[in-house]
């Protein structure tokens, strides 16, 4: 992607249109390898942004490259994001980042859903212990009914819980424990920690580089 950009004089439609070629590419091959199922499984692929985009009480599915999900939306959406427009709900695309970025990290993480305390983007695991992770695209990421219910019960031995947004490092008590919000950006920071198998650098306050 890199070489389309420079090579087309910093050029995003280049590197949009090269990603978009590669997608027609990932559908020709499941014609190849998925036999009678392939219409099918081109439609599930065809729709992972409009999945991310809503709630989804049977799957949860992400591509292993952000940038790529990004060629699959409409144009006018990949350039609000370019341009931070406040406007259009990223809440997907969040999610797909962090979903990638766990992955790298080696982390393994969980999608939580019930019908009556809500849905819960991650949870990450490390060791006996979970945690909790929030993705907020927009202004109110400190309502997050879900995560408060599920902080509530003791018996989850839960201890606190991360929401990733676009806010800045603090901390607020809900249901008796911390719920610590981090900007996007500090990701590595927790991926890092539980690729450890360890919550510990980040019980206490956020993570920092050492």
């Not at 991310?52 to 999900?69: A, C, H, P, T």
């Not at 490390?126 to 018996?155: C, M, Q, T, W």
Request: hydrophobic share 40%; aromatic share 10%; net charge negative.
């Amino acid at each position: 992607m890199s070489c389309a950009y420079l090579d087309n004089g910093f050029n995003l439609g280049a590197v949009r249109q090269t990603q978009k070629n590669l997608v027609a590419l990932y559908r020709e091959d499941m014609v190849k390898h998925a036999d009678d199922r392939a219409l099918q499984v081109k439609a599930i692929y065809d729709s992972i942004p409009a999945q991310l985009d809503k709630e989804n009480r049977r799957f949860k599915l992400y591509l292993s490259d952000v940038g790529m999900l990004m060629s699959q939306y409409k144009t006018d959406v990949a350039l609000a994001a370019l341009a931070g427009e406040l406007k259009v709900n990223f809440g997907g695309i969040y999610e797909n980042v962090v979903a990638q970025e766990l992955a790298t990290w080696g982390v393994p993480f969980h999608y939580y859903h019930h019908t009556k305390l809500g849905e819960v983007d991650f949870i990450g695991e490390a060791g006996s212990k979970v945690l909790p992770i929030g993705v907020k695209s927009g202004k109110d990421y400190r309502r997050h009914v879900a995560l408060n219910n599920l902080l509530r019960f003791d018996e989850y031995g839960i201890e606190f819980a991360y929401m990733l947004s676009e806010s800045n490092v603090s901390t607020e008590i809900r249901e008796g424990k911390p719920v610590r919000y981090l900007p996007l950006y500090m990701l590595p920071l927790v991926a890092r920690e539980l690729s450890r198998g360890s919550l510990d650098g980040i019980a206490a306050e956020p993570p920092v580089w050492e």
